[in-house]
């Protein structure tokens, strides 16, 4: 029920009027609660006009920042044509189920097969972003009222994960974030069998993702238990939950990727514990400005108020526990899953401080919401949603254009060997190997962003290099592409 005309049986006058905060705790524990109008949804439908603007327009700009999205383009190619996602990029031939347990995207296949080009993938994961505002602004304005929820809802949307994540163009934890957001709402509104079905197809997202249902699943037993109406009947079905997502990942981890990989194991192992040929460790200094980059300016830290927080566990876990300093810092898309965590972390942390004998606590907690809120926004100025407020972000430049019409020389159907800048232009009508690691093919075509100081002879030496016995001359330059073709 969304609105509230009596007290629930038996609370008596003096229940019912407990105000905190202006509203009364208790009747939003019995689920009398505000209505949150459509700022939701006004508010998903500004992130997604948002999102897609950023990623869209780097990609115009040739500002692509990894191979990732050449190489789910050509999974989600193979997708749409019913056929095995082979991702080239990853080595000729490589199934990318050998690579990360990442199912979900071929749900992508259909949209690509009507709408084929990296755009589709853009345009999808800004619009699963914005969507998972929907269920953070919703709770929120439901809990605390219209202006909270706005203000917690607006530090969601632009939260410096999910710019970092967006800025990243490509990546399969697009389908997570809004599968987190809406489990976690259920579990504020108690909701228990919504917050299970949420989080179980976060299996099929990573293969990482099942220790994240099982965080999820331990969430809802604690908080079921404590649920004498409800909570009886969601109590096994959350315990099973918990054996649901450990035992998928651990299938996807000793079985489905060794089976797809052709080395027959997980290529990932060496990045955790010291194990490779890294050795390093997080310094503490590191680990502890990560940990308030991710509680601090998102919810004030009031989140660890909340067992909803036990959801980041598990991701903040093994970027801990790896040697690679790429999952350290806060930068790239590793960050992202953790905004819907800790920010409904902070709804609920906020809705169970209401009653609290405490003043600077109470205190504290109605100022919080427009802090989050003011901070995000601030930080903004340095994230790269800031770029949407400069012309140079949506001009293409002569020297783009000019690279757009050398790599159009290329045919269709082509077998090309490229680094970073030519993939995205590539991926979508071309079989695309990444430079150097071709396994013996000989491509027809290679494609390379180089540094300004290298030469086109310095180019095609390379060329010699990377497959002795062929020749490689060239097709064009301009701008620091370089395309040569076999001869």
């Known amino acids: 029920m969304d609105t509230a005309a009596t ?19 208790l009747l939003a524990r019995a689920g009398v609660l505000r209505r949150p109008g459509a700022d939701p949804y006004w508010l998903a439908l500004a992130l ?10 780097r990609y115009r700009r040739m500002a692509t920042m990894s191979w990732d999205l050449g190489i789910f383009e050509q999974a989600i190619r193979a997708y749409a044509h019913f056929q095995a996602p082979i ?62 929820g706005l203000a917690i809802g607006i530090a969601y949307g632009v939260s410096w994960g999910l710019q970092r994540a967006v800025d990243f163009d490509f990546h399969e934890i697009c389908f997570a974030i809004p599968l987190i957001a809406f489990s976690l709402e259920a579990v504020i509104r108690r909701h228990w069998y919504a917050a299970l ?26 908080r079921a238990r404590r649920d004498p109406e409800r909570g009886p009947r969601a109590v096994p079905l959350a315990v099973a939950l918990v054996g649901f997502g450990v035992a998928v990942s651990a299938l996807a981890l000793g079985v489905v990727i060794p089976g797809f990989n052709g080395a027959g194991s997980y290529d990932y192992w060496d990045k955790v514990g010291g194990g490779g040929d890294q050795t390093g460790t997080i ?24 067992p909803l927080l036990l959801a980041a566990v598990p991701t903040l876990g093994w970027r801990f526990l790896s040697h690679d300093d790429h999952y350290w810092g806060t930068d790239w898309h590793y960050s992202a899953v953790l905004m819907p965590v800790v920010l409904l972390a902070l709804v609920d942390a906020l809705d169970r401080v209401r009653d609290t004998h405490r003043p600077w606590l109470a205190s504290y907690a109605r100022q919080l919401p427009a802090a989050v809120c003011g901070a995000a926004l601030a930080l903004s100025s340095s994230m790269p949603l800031y770029g949407l407020t400069q012309g140079a972000t949506y001009d293409k430049s002569p020297q ?65 290099q990377l497959h002795p016995g062929s020749s490689y001359t060239p097709v064009g330059s301009t701008s620091g592409y370089f395309v040569l073709k076999r001869g």
């Open 283 to 306: 310094p503490f200094g590191t680990a502890l400005r990560t940990l308030l980059w991710i509680l601090l300016p998102t919810t004030g830290l009031l989140a660890l108020r909340s």
């Open 87 to 148: 991702a080239d990029l990853k080595g000729p031939g490589a199934n990318i189920l050998g690579d990360h347990f990442s199912p979900i995207t071929a749900l992508l296949g259909p949209v690509y097969r009507v709408f084929p080009g990296p755009v589709t993938l853009l345009v999808a994961q800004a619009a699963l972003f914005a969507v998972s505002a929907v269920p953070v602004t919703r709770v929120a304005a439901r809990l605390l009222g219209r202006g909270r």
């Open 400 to 464: 783009t254009r000019a690279v757009e019409r050398l790599l159009d020389r290329i045919p269709d159907g082509a077998t090309v060997e490229a680094n970073v800048g030519p993939i995205s232009r590539l991926t979508s009508r071309c079989r695309v190997l990444w430079v150097g690691a071709t396994q013996g093919v000989r491509p027809d075509y290679i494609a390379l962003q180089e540094p300004p100081e290298r030469t086109e002879r310095q180019v095609i030496e390379y060329a010699g």
């Open 48 to 57: 997604f006009a948002a999102f897609t603007a950023l990623s869209v327009c």
């Open 197 to 222: 079905l949420w989080a179980a197809p976060l299996v099929f997202v990573k293969e990482d993702m099942g220790a994240t249902v099982a965080a999820i699943g331990a969430v809802v037993w604690i």
């Open 7 to 25: 007290a629930p049986p038996g609370t008596g006058a003096e229940g019912a009027t407990a105000v905190i905060g202006g509203r009364t705790r």
